[in-house]
């Protein structure tokens, strides 16, 4: 049971470039999660998603796609990146809403750098 | 609307003395609260959740916590620190009966043990 995975764990981009980071969860959790952190500022959420096929917009969407063709998988897309978007970004999965007690699991975080 | 108040940006303890990080929350429903633990260039980890249950919730490493509502504080306390307990703390808020269900994180305590 490894939880939830994130590849890569460092990348550092070209302004203008487009790449996506990868999220996959083995606990067969229903909800999915993308966050940025940014230094002192805790985390913001980017999008969700609560189930297969379904995906919505969190706090801070602009810059970014996400789709969720599998329970497992839950990639972001970047496109064009841009400095603003220097940032760690995790992955996170729980079993419902986490509004409902459950608590998230978290990846271990992907370390992108625009240059 | 939901908030989350971490009080200090950085706390710094001696090895052996007590611990106590401090957390305000606002939620316009019943709260689901939690505290997340965040080793240097790690994921975020569960320490405790506070759902409805017993107001003293006790978690993982010796932390616990107490829900006061008439306070709205969901401080996390530990007897005695230990180096080991050095890393990033967010304590973080989820309305149950929102419809909304936002989940709010807040923006991180720093705990420094000194030797």
């Known amino acids: 049971n490894a939880g939830v995975t994130q590849t890569p764990k460092f990348r550092i981009l070209k302004i203008g470039q487009s790449m996506t980071l990868q999220c996959t969860q083995d606990?067969?959790?229903?909800?999915m999660y993308w966050y940025r952190q940014d230094p002192g500022m805790g985390l913001k959420l980017i999008y969700y998603?609560?189930?297969?096929?379904?995906?919505d917009k969190g706090e801070v969407p602009n810059g970014y796609n996400v789709s969720r063709s599998t329970t497992e998988d839950f990639p972001l897309r970047l496109e064009l990146a841009a400095p603003s978007q220097t940032s760690v970004y995790f992955c996170?999965?729980?079993?419902?809403?986490?509004?409902?007690?459950?608590?998230?699991?978290f990846g271990p975080g992907t370390r992108l750098t625009v240059t | 609307a939901q908030s989350v108040t971490q009080l200090d940006s950085h706390v710094s303890v001696s090895e052996g003395t007590p611990v106590l990080l401090r957390c305000n929350y606002s939620?316009?429903?019943?709260?689901?609260l939690f505290w997340y633990v965040q080793h240097p260039n790690k994921g975020l980890q569960l320490l405790l959740k506070?759902?409805?249950?017993?107001?003293l919730v006790k978690g993982i490493n010796g932390f616990e916590a107490e829900f006061k509502k008439s306070e709205t504080s969901f401080h996390l306390t530990k007897p005695s620190a230990h180096m080991s307990d050095a890393a990033e703390y967010f304590c973080?808020?989820?309305?149950?009966?929102?419809?909304?269900?936002?989940?709010?994180f807040g923006k991180g305590t720093r705990l420094h043990i000194l030797p």
């Open positions: 939620s316009s429903y019943s709260p689901s």
């Open positions: 996170a999965s729980s079993y419902s809403p986490a509004g409902g007690a459950y608590e998230q699991y």
């Open positions: 606990m067969n959790h229903n909800y």
């Open positions: 506070y759902t409805s249950a017993a107001t």
């Open positions: 973080v808020v989820s309305d149950t009966m929102n419809r909304d269900d936002k989940i709010i």
């Open positions: 998603s609560v189930g297969a096929g379904i995906t």
